[in-house]
């Protein structure tokens, strides 16, 4: 089965601290792409980080960090010296190509509040 | 880049009614997807059009759900006879041609039905 598994509903951390949110996938296709959005309360969906399958290094973008583990099929994304302004909703996200179509899937998300 | 565009922002309909929603995606997109959101879940994915070719539709979608992007720009996702379950947040979003290219998301539609 395609499947996104984000095990941590809700994670706290203090202001100026590090965060791992997990991320584990599943699927059978050698080419894949995972992606992570923040969504903030007000609703919309922000990219942070794109990680594809055939990618050797662990993307990095700014604050953020995505800690790719084929072997392991998960793909955590660290956020570094975190911030008041990174509370909010994280989803990682897998694309697949089928039959020459694209198909997403999300995870069902981690609440992630930052502590001052 | 005026990001992408959805109307409107609420709905509020009577159960049974059709309802109708638009996005405007961002101009040099060619790929344009639906999702449905509820709350406390990731967005589902409903379907994806490449230019105006609807090429993957998810058994999420009813017979009842229908989606058009009729000269490849703009898309309307058209809900008919409207039930209780279909009450959630309707999101598009839009990607350029390339692999790694994120997804650019709408405000989303938030439809309740009474």
């Known amino acids: 089965a395609q499947k996104i598994t984000q095990t941590q509903p809700g994670m706290f951390v203090q202001e100026k601290e590090a965060v791992t949110l997990d991320c584990t996938y599943d699927t059978s296709d050698q080419s894949y792409g995972l992606f992570w959005y923040k969504q903030p309360s007000s609703g919309e969906m922000i990219f942070l980080i794109y990680?594809?399958?055939?990618?050797?290094q662990n993307a990095t973008e700014g604050r953020y960090s995505l800690n790719f583990q084929k072997a392991r099929k998960s793909a955590n994304l660290v956020i570094s010296a975190s911030q008041l302004g990174d509370s909010a909703m994280y989803f990682c996200?897998?694309?697949?190509?089928?039959?020459?179509?694209?198909?997403?899937?999300f995870g069902t998300g981690t609440r992630l509040k930052v502590l001052a | 880049d005026t990001g992408v565009s959805q109307d409107p922002r609420h709905k509020i309909t009577k159960r049974g009614q059709n309802v109708t929603f638009r996005c405007d995606p961002i101009?040099?997109?060619?790929?344009l997807y639906w999702y449905r959101q509820t709350l406390g879940q990731g967005p589902e994915f409903l379907t994806y059009f490449q230019n105006e070719a609807q090429l993957e539709k998810s058994r999420l979608l009813s017979d009842r759900f229908s989606a058009e992007r009729p000269k490849g720009s703009f898309s309307t996702l058209e809900i008919q006879r409207t039930e209780q379950g279909d009450s959630a947040m309707y999101l598009c979003a839009s990607s350029p041609q390339g692999d790694d290219q994120p997804q650019h998301f709408g405000d989303g539609t938030r439809l309740s039905i009474l």
């Open positions: 101009s040099e997109h060619n790929r």
């Open positions: 990680q594809g399958s055939y990618d050797e």
């Open positions: 996200a897998m694309r697949l190509l089928t039959s020459g179509t694209y198909k997403y899937i």
